[in-house]
């Protein structure tokens, strides 16, 4: 699926998890406020686009 929307930063979606969840105590929590309210919505539009696209084609393949 990642190859789908190309826009989608999957390495930095990857990286981000990585020191959120290993460098929690050093993470800079305006940062994650900001990247909640300003680019988690354009993230959750365009996975749910992508789910879309792969529903269409699997029901066109049944």
Known sequence: MK???LKVE???I????IVVAHS???VNLDI???IIKNDLP??????QK???EENKL???NN
Not at 14 to 17: L, Q, T, V
Not at 42 to 47: A, F, Q, S, V
């Open 42 to 47: 354009d993230l959750k539009g365009d996975i």
């Open 10 to 12: 999957w390495k930095k």
């Open 14 to 17: 990857a990286g981000f998890r």
């Open 32 to 34: 994650i406020w900001d």
């Open 24 to 26: 929690y105590f050093k």
């Open 3 to 5: 190859y789908k929307i």
């Open 50 to 52: 992508i789910f879309e």
């Open 58 to 60: 699997s029901e066109n």
